[in-house]
Structures are given as structure tokens and as C-alpha cells.
């Protein structure tokens, strides 16, 4: 077994307290490779934020589980190389079982989350406790989740929203014991997080989707004040990136996001933790895309993948400094 406090690595503990007393959120990036690793520290590190690096049963799969250690033990000498020694999490993302979860405290993540909310209510608090237990053994943070988020995420799939009941929220952490609580109040998996006859067009002729749902964030904050509130699917799509895709001979309809006005809007009350995958995911295809159509004799990967890095980097760095308020805070 393997300590993340080894390989530099902190828990969410701290981060998370800090984060809802200063009215910002942590970003929590999902990686798979080594460029989005790079881009997420570069940015983090040139904005002097805290940051999650969050990893799926689907990208543990993809990239191997000791590679990923060692990735995240590198993340900690990366930053310090790059003259700033930031607050950094290896969180699991959507653990799926109890299984999983163990397997990844003994390789080293500080930090894991056990979504039991596809399994009945007492289904869900039995298995939340039984990880919740084994983790705090190593002091590994762990999180929950109530109510169910639409759309799709590498093995995460559901049809439909099943919002968080506010009346649920006490009973669940007190009896699990979490430290955060992932939520439903209307963001969504994926690029396509809703369809367009659920949205509505502004002045401009932009699909709007529907606005979250703000009224169960208050009373769930009432119910457990000062706890710890996790968004998931809150990628905002960003046009830019799906328009450049279609330019060069991609195909992605309907593809609309979480605004990211309502993003900033929730990170100042006790949401202290916001999941950004499926923007990062675009705006490296948009970059690989460009350099593929406009530059054809090109077959380095380092001439396509760099510039994917670059484009990564520059999202993630506008992400902590104007949704999530998490710049300077490291």
C-alpha cells in the first residue's frame, strides 16, 4: 500500500473548509494522459491555485493504475519545478464500488468518491459508510452523492435528472459520515447535456438551457450548513470549441452547457468542488482537429498534441480565475 501523504498529496479536508469561507470552488479536472496533466499543473500553478486531479473507473482503465500514481507523485514535482508548491488532490471520480475504492486508497489517491445514488437510499448509505470507514482509516476524504445527474460520462449513464431532496440530506451524511456531498440540481454529464426543445433562445439566437436549481442548493444549505457541496457535469461547452470541431469535419449536435455565469454564481455559497471534463475534452479535439486539417504533412504527435496542451492550458486557466474564483488561493 502506498500513502498519498508519500507521494505529496493532500486530502480535501482543508481545501474545501478554506474554499467555503472564501466563496470560491476547487476545480476538479479529469485527466487521462500526460498533456492534460501538464496543462491542468501549468495552469494551476501560473494562477497559484489549489486543484483536484480527478480520475474515472473508465481513465484508471485507460491509462493504468501505476502509471497514474506516478503521474500524480510527478504532478507535485512538476509544480515545484515550476516554482510553486500548490495544494494538490488525486481524487477517484464516480466510484462505483466499495472494491474500486479500496484499490485506489492502496495506490495512493487522497481523496474518493463513492456514487452509490443509481442504489436505493439505504443501499447508497450502507456502501457511502462502509468506504467512508475503510478510508478515514488512512485519512482519505471521501465523497457522496444524492440524487442523480442526466447524461453520459465514460461509465456513468442515466436517461433523466433525479434532483437531490433536501429532506434526505441530513439523515444520509450523518449516518455515512462523508466530508462532501455531490448534488443534483440540473447540471448534466457530457457535451450534450440538454436537449434543445428543453432550452430556450436569447436575443441572440442562443440556446439557453434551463436555469439550475438554485431554491434546492439554499435549502440543502440550511439543512447542513458549512458542508461541503460537490457539482458534477458543470462543463459550460464552450461554442468556440464545438464550432472549430464542425469546421474541421466533426459532428456534434446540440451541444449546450452549464452557463457559466450560474458556475461562478454557485461557487460562492458552500459548493466548494466543480467537475470540468467534457470542456477540456473539446477544446483538446478542437486543437488536435485544427492542426490535422490545416496542416496535414504534420505526423508528430508532439505538432498536434502541443498545441492541444497549449489550448487546455488556456481554458483551465480561465476556468480558475473567472467561474470557480480559485486563483491566488493555493
Known sequence: MVSYKELGLVNSRELFKKAIEGKYAIPAFNFNNMEQMQAIIQACVEESSPVILQVSSGAR???NQTLLRYMAQGAVEYAKELGKLIPIVLHLDHGDSFELCKSCIE???????????????DENVALTRKVVEYAHQYDVTV????????????DVVAAAHIYTQPEEVEDFVSKTGVDSLAISIGTSHGANKFKPEQCTRNADGVLVPPPLRFDILEAIEKRIPGFPIVLHGSSSVPQQYVETINKYGGKLKDAIGIPEEELRHASQSAVCKINIDSDGRLAMTAAVREVFATSPEKFDPRQYLGPAREELKKLYRHKVVNVLGSAGKA
Do not use: N, Q, T, W
Not at 495506490?107 to 456514487?115: K, N, P, T
Not at 465523497?143 to 465514460?154: F, P
Open 61 to 63: 482503465k485507460y491509462a
Open 107 to 121: 495506490y495512493g489517491f487522497s481523496s474518493v468518491m463513492i456514487d452509490g445514488s443509481h442504489f436505493s437510499y
Open 143 to 154: 465523497e457522496g452523492e444524492l440524487g442523480v445527474l442526466a447524461g453520459i460520462e465514460d
